[in-house]
Structure formats: C-alpha cells, structure tokens
C-alpha cells in the first residue's frame, strides 16, 4: 500500500500533466492518513480549481486557513478561486488577509518593512 507521501507525488506528477481528476484523488488518498496535512490540501484544492470545480477548491482553501490561519497562500488561493467564481469582493479581501499575514510574517524577521500595499484604511493591529 503507497503511502502518504507517495500518492502526493502522484498527484503532483499528475497535475503536472493536466490530469486534474487524477491528481485530485491521489491527493485524496494522500489525506486518508492525516486529514489535516495542509500541503496535500494545498495540492487537492488547486487540482480542484483547475478541474472546474470551483467550490470544492473554496471549501478546501477554507478548510487550510481553519487549520492554518497565518497561511499566506491559502488565503491567496482562496482570493484565486473566488475570483474565478466572479465574487470579487470576496475575492479582494481575501487577498488583502493574504498580504496582511505575509506582511506580519515578515515582521518577525524585519520589523521595519512597510505595510503592503492596498491594505489603507484597514485597521492594523500588532
């Protein structure tokens, strides 16, 4: 039986080769031993988008910013596929929560970088 590891590189390989449908279940089987392995659901939810299916790709995107809310690219991801799905508003303040935590990120290594850009008038708390 693969394991883990080795149905997400099926599915990286997969995807790679535009074979979306596949990709996502290997991803899937990938996430039967740790539901919670965010770097397969990253994997799943963008086979998803690219597969059309735009709200399981919201759904697992959701789910990655549940178990990690300071993930950067989830939160870019999710403003991708809302975009995608036409709702735009959705879509603009997820990519300004996206540019709000790699900015925080950044902090933690260079307290002097600028907020980013597109983020006035949003309330900064430290």
């Known amino acids: 039986m693969a394991d883990r590891l080795e149905h997400y590189k099926k599915g990286l390989k997969l995807f790679g ?22 770097e397969a659901l990253h994997g799943l939810a ?12 919201v759904a697992t995107g959701l ?6 809310p300071n993930d950067a690219f989830a939160h870019t991801s999710l403003s991708m596929f809302y975009q995608r ?24 290594t260079n307290p002097d970088a600028p907020p980013p850009m597109g983020t006035e008038g949003m309330n900064v708390v430290q």
């Open 46 to 57: 963008m086979a998803q988008m690219q597969a059309g299916l735009l709200d399981e790709a």
């Open 85 to 108: 799905k036409g709702m735009i508003d959705e879509a603009e303040r997820e990519g300004a929560k996206a540019r709000m935590v790699a900015w925080k990120n950044e902090l933690k």
């Open 63 to 68: 789910r990655i910013v549940e178990l990690d």
């Open 17 to 38: 080769e535009n074979k979306h449908r596949e990709a996502i279940e290997e991803y899937r089987l990938a996430l039967v031993e740790d539901p919670d392995w965010t």
